[in-house]
Every structure is written in C-alpha cells, then in structure tokens.
C-alpha cells in the first residue's frame, strides 16, 4: 500500500524557519503531484502548497506565497515544504498529501494518499 511520514513539525519562533519532511516509505509517489495541506485547531484543513511529479508546475496558497517553498527530491522520494518567516496563524497540523494526477489540486478531497500530520507551532 506504501505510505507517507512527515517529519520536521516543531515549535518555532515567529520569524525563524522550519523544513517539513515527507517521505514515501513502501511505495514510491514519485509519479503524482503531491501537496501540503494544514489543519489549525477547529478549523478546515486548508491548502498550502502543491507541486506536479516533475516539479515544474508549483502552486502556492496566497498565506504561503514568499514565505513557504515547495519543492522534491525524487532520488529520495521525499517532498519538502521550507518554511521561511513563519506567523503564529501559521500553527497546525501539517499534512502531506499525493494527489494521482499530473495535475495538481487545492482541493482536500482529490488528494488520495495522506501522512499522518506533523504538529508546527510558531510562537510569538
């Protein structure tokens, strides 16, 4: 079946910076678009990033763009997400996601394979 482990979610200071990890573990996801996705306490879980298999397409949430990078080594088969100048509203749970398509999606529900979530929490 394969699955996908976050890693990297911590506390950190407002301002500082944080790389989230996302690694396929059982089965390679080299050839979807992946994405990561993020779920503050009593709050949907909403897009952040997303990029395609060849990393060429990148797609950014408003909230993320000039802060967050996306990018993925598939030599490694992992997909990163630098978090760059985190805000305290920028504190959830950080989930990576792969989405079977070429194309690539901000929608929670056309994704089709989930990690279990890393917890950020950006402190003021």
């Known amino acids: 079946q394969g699955q996908l482990v976050e890693s990297g979610g911590g506390l950190v200071q407002a301002g500082g910076s944080l790389r989230l990890s996302c690694a396929a573990s059982g089965r390679t996801f080299s050839t979807y678009a992946m994405g990561w996705l993020r779920q503050a306490t009593g709050k949907e879980r909403e897009f952040v990033a997303a990029?395609?298999?060849?990393?060429?397409?990148?797609d950014y949430a408003d909230s993320a763009k000039g802060r967050f990078t996306i990018s993925r080594d598939h030599a490694k088969d992992t997909v990163y997400l630098q978090m760059n100048s985190p805000k305290p509203e920028d504190t959830a749970v950080y989930y990576c996601a792969a989405h079977r398509s070429f194309q690539l999606s901000r929608n929670a529900y056309e994704y089709d394979d989930w990690g279990q979530g890393t917890q950020v929490t950006v402190s003021s």
């Open positions: 990029i395609s298999w060849s990393g060429g397409s990148i």
